[in-house]
């Protein structure tokens, strides 16, 4: 199944997306309070490889991280959507929602409002069976998001992210899982 090249909620609109989204990207992916839970900021570079990687994967397999539109508010605030991790772990191969939004946009709503139907896209329209997500440990605002949305975290689940070094501060993460 393909997902739809748009998704809509009453403020958000999930699309594919557009050369004009890659430096406002950039820009999130440098600022320290949106890379705090990740391995750290991103060069321009760095930033349009991973754009170029997001569209890659919705060639791929028909789904992604769609970019978000805020309306009356901005054309790109960053990203909500679902991927396959390039890692394994106990419970890959699983596809995971994830969103990643300017901190400007942050403690409205958004994230829970976009996961939301991203998760109804995943569960309705490509079948999936389950969708879990991750993050680090100590990430509240992600965690909160993802409990918002019925996520469940199992304590068992826990795990080092096999992509980030032993003594690395951010290496232990959790993992919440929601059913279809």
């Known amino acids: ?21 890659r430096a406002p990207f950039a820009a ?41 539109e805020i309306g009356n508010v901005t054309a790109f605030a960053g990203f909500i959507g679902l991927s396959v991790p390039r890692f394994t772990a106990h419970f890959t191969p699983c596809v995971e929602i994830g969103w990643r939004l300017g901190a400007a946009h942050w403690g409205r709503g958004y994230a ?11 569960f309705a329209v490509l079948g999936l069976e389950e969708i879990v997500s991750f993050t680090a440990l100590g ?7 993802m409990e918002r949305i019925s996520m469940v975290h199992n304590f068992e689940d826990s795990f080092n992210h096999p992509l980030l070094p032993d003594g690395h501060a951010l290496r232990r993460h959790v993992l919440y899982r929601i059913p279809r």
Do not use: K
Request: charged share 30%; net charge positive; proline share 5%.
């Open 1 to 21: 199944m393909t997902a739809p090249r748009e998704l809509q909620t009453d403020r958000l609109r999930l699309r594919r997306w557009l050369a004009a989204d």
């Open 28 to 68: 999130l992916n440098a600022d320290p309070r949106v890379i705090e839970y990740l391995p750290g900021p991103l060069s321009r570079e760095e930033s349009d490889a991973l754009v170029t990687r997001i569209e890659a994967h919705f060639d791929q397999y028909g789904f992604g991280l769609w970019a978000v």
């Open 112 to 122: 829970t409002e976009g996961a939301r139907a991203v998760l109804a896209c995943g």
């Open 139 to 145: 990430n509240a605002r992600s965690r909160r998001v």
